[in-house]
């Protein structure tokens, strides 16, 4: 015990072994919805939603690991929510890639963001970027999944040409309303691991009204032995020839390259905005983490650690078979009870690995029951709208396009690059254009050059 208090320095941030413990269990059901819907939602790509489950898992162990064991600090990472939307429906569905060019370019994605966090680009990133179009990209993405959940049970019915009203006639409409008002209420009170909670008992609900047919348990389909079948047949194929190999002799560079760089701008202000907002109230960083993040080079600081394991982490996680691992703002439940250090971390890592267990009775969930986590979730992230200034037309112009293009067009590269393309047009019409970073004018410009293309097709 006394090797563990050491390691972690328990008593330098004031805390003890049963309060990191109860903060490692609080986090990871706080966040453990997303082994549910992450692999239901990659499934739509192609991918063997088993296959994704132990990904997902694997991927969080790895992440939350270094977060705890490297980093020292008391976050969880897993595949994010957004980014796993961008995935399937961005890139894969509507771009035209296949989902293992797709794990490439998460693996591209991580492998520069590393290079980015060890070199002083991180910097000049962080200076680069509007803060109004980085709380855009967040707002943006959840109306974006919000949206998602209620298109994947059929809320919005398109049958005229246009959006409208489901009839309410489908029971799968009718479970995913029973789960979204069970999912507000948990939350309103205040219930830990309320997502989790729902989407249980929004599956045990669909027994008797026919949706869940729970006689498929124990069939070969949901055996352990196909599941890791399913995790051995996409295990490391973004790195052969069906992923890395045919993306770039499939696919035009310029293409490709909007895509990582929405990737990557999207993973790394997720996972700093998160350290910011969760770590400056509860003191786990300090104002000298927050200057080297914004001036330095190098793996200095904690918060600088936290971001490289968050780098890694999605580097493995496309190699594994899953979209990019970034740090869950749940992570701030576990701190709230009092986790300070990486001790937290490793419990949550532990239950992740614990969840394989649960391999056979993943297919068990219904849409019904995930959709309702998807919609709650985009509430939460439909926060950031706060933090915009919108009675500032100079700010209003670009966020506005920012996240009506990002929820439209099923893109957040596209609302990227209108945002950015909008963001250059207001300094310049405003006579401050030098005010605009080099990296926002290039990026825009291949964005441009992208749409050209398209255009030209």
């Known amino acids: 015990m006394r090797k563990i208090e050491n390691f972690f320095k328990l008593k330098e941030h004031n805390t003890t072994f049963s309060t990191e413990v109860l903060a490692g269990v609080t986090t990871f059901f706080t966040m453990a919805y997303v082994l549910f819907v992450h692999p239901q939602m990659l499934a739509e790509t192609g991918l063997p939603r088993n ?115 489901t009839n309410f006639q489908d029971p799968n409409v009718l479970l ?30 669909g027994i008797p009204m026919g949706i869940v047919d729970i006689s498929s348990i124990g069939s070969g389909a949901d055996s352990y032995g196909t599941v890791f079948a399913d995790f051995k047949s996409i295990f490391g194929v973004a790195l052969g020839k069906e992923g890395i190999v045919s993306l770039f002799t499939n696919h035009d560079i310029f293409k490709v390259i909007p895509i990582i760089f929405a990737f990557s701008l999207t993973d790394t202000f997720d996972t700093i905005g998160t350290f910011i907002g969760t770590g400056r109230r509860s003191g786990i960083f300090t104002d000298e983490d927050e200057k080297a993040m914004e001036t330095g080079s190098g793996l200095n600081s904690k918060m600088e650690r936290g971001l490289f394991a968050d780098m890694v982490a999605t580097t ?40 394989i267990v649960a391999a056979p009775v993943i297919g068990l969930i219904p849409s019904a029951a995930t959709a309702p986590a998807l919609i709650v ?58 005010e605009v970073h080099p990296i926002v004018y290039g990026s825009t410009l291949l964005f441009v050059i992208n749409f050209v293309i398209v255009a030209l097709g």
């Open 51 to 165: 296959g994704v489950y132990i990904a997902t898992i694997l991927s969080a162990v790895i992440g939350t690991l270094m977060m705890g064991l490297y980093a020292n600090i008391p976050y969880a990472q897993a595949p994010g929510m957004g980014l796993n939307a961008f995935f399937t429906y961005t890139v894969v569905i509507i771009g035209g890639f296949t989902p293992y060019e797709a794990l490439a370019m998460v693996f591209v994605c991580g492998v520069i963001n590393m290079i980015i966090t060890v070199t002083s680009i991180r910097k000049q990133l962080v200076k680069a970027i509007p803060e109004t179009l980085q709380q855009a990209i967040g707002a943006g993405i959840g109306l974006f999944i919000a949206y998602i959940g209620l298109l994947n049970v059929g809320f919005i019915n398109f049958s005229a040409g246009v959006p409208s009203l």
């Open 176 to 205: 995913a309303i029973i789960g979204i008002a069970i999912t507000l209420i948990l939350m309103l009170k205040k219930v830990k691991g309320a997502i989790l909670i729902s989407i249980i008992v929004t599956t045990i609900i």
């Open 316 to 355: 493995a996680g496309s190699i594994l078979g899953t979209s990019n691992v970034t740090t869950f703002v749940e992570s701030s439940a576990g701190i709230g009870v009092g986790g300070r250090t990486g001790l937290t971390s490793v419990v949550t890592a532990i239950l992740f690995l614990l969840s």
């Open 377 to 434: 979730v985009g509430i939460l992230m439909a926060g950031s709208f706060a933090d915009i200034e919108w009675t500032n037309f100079e700010d209003a112009i670009p966020a506005f396009f920012t996240v009506l293009m990002t929820v439209l067009t099923y893109s957040i590269s596209n609302g990227l690059a209108f945002g950015f393309i909008s963001y250059i047009l207001v300094k310049v019409t405003t006579g401050k254009a030098k």
